[in-house]
């Protein structure tokens, strides 16, 4: 069960790597923005931010602002190889979040640009621009769910391991009671486990019943009285 959900987080953090990967491939060098006339001119992310290409004159500062959506994709990309530390779904899903909204509030400035003012009708924006808001809707909607996930495994570790130390299970009946008593309140037996949080209450297995006046021997199943310390059947100990 551990090595399946190892795989299945490997396999959604490998799904967020190919995602940011195609978002800096596209932000670096497919168009954002076209000439509305010409297709043949038009600028990546890179060029918009740095004012330069077959777009831009050479007098063009650019817009540095764009810089931020070429950044995060960038940060996702290391963050989800783990190259400076190994980042949790949490922290991946944050970014991706920031990325999304960066995108969005690019669009719709860019879009409120290019129908105005100087540039009204003279480019516009390229189909790769949803492709990149649809990969981080994607990224973001991956990152939710493997947090989800992450949160409900640890609430169900810690109430798995939620034994007090006072707990106790009984080797006879198999029952856990608690409090100070010195024998199981459910079948009188004095043989029984302390456990704390690192015992695995599965792990105690339990003995012959031998509480009461009798005990029953575990290989021919013959009853024998209990101070008999040998199976009058079989002769197996008890």
Not at 161 to 166: A, D, G, L, M, P
Not at 220 to 233: D, H, L, R
Request: aromatic residues 10%.
């Amino acid at each position: 069960m551990e090595k399946d959900k190892l795989n299945g987080g490997l396999f959604m953090k490998n799904l967020i790597r190919v995602g940011a990967l195609l978002l800096c491939i596209l932000f670096f060098t497919l168009p954002l923005v076209q000439c509305s006339q010409d297709s043949s001119y038009n600028a990546s992310g890179w060029e918009i931010s740095t004012g330069t290409g077959k777009l831009f004159s050479e007098k063009n500062k650019g817009y540095p602002l764009v810089f931020l959506l070429l950044i995060i994709p960038v940060i996702l990309l290391i963050a989800s190889l783990g190259i400076i530390k190994n980042y949790s779904f949490t922290e991946l899903r944050n970014i991706s979040i920031v990325g999304l909204l960066a995108k969005i509030v690019f669009l719709i400035y860019a879009n409120s640009l290019l129908k105005s003012g100087e540039y009204k009708g003279a480019f516009e924006l390229t189909g790769f621009n949803y492709l990149v808001l649809g990969i981080y809707i994607g990224l973001c909607a991956i990152a939710f769910y493997c947090v989800k996930n992450e949160s409900e495994d640890i609430y169900v570790q810690k109430e798995s391991s939620n034994i007090v130390h006072n707990d106790k299970k009984c080797r006879c009946c198999n029952k856990i009671f608690s409090g100070s008593y010195t024998a199981c309140p459910h079948c009188g037996s004095s043989l029984y486990e302390e456990l704390n949080s690192s015992t695995n209450v599965s792990s105690i297995s339990p003995i012959n019943t031998n509480y009461g006046d009798t005990w029953t021997c575990k290989k021919c199943n013959e009853v024998n009285p209990n101070t008999a310390p040998t199976c009058k059947g079989c002769g197996s100990y008890k």
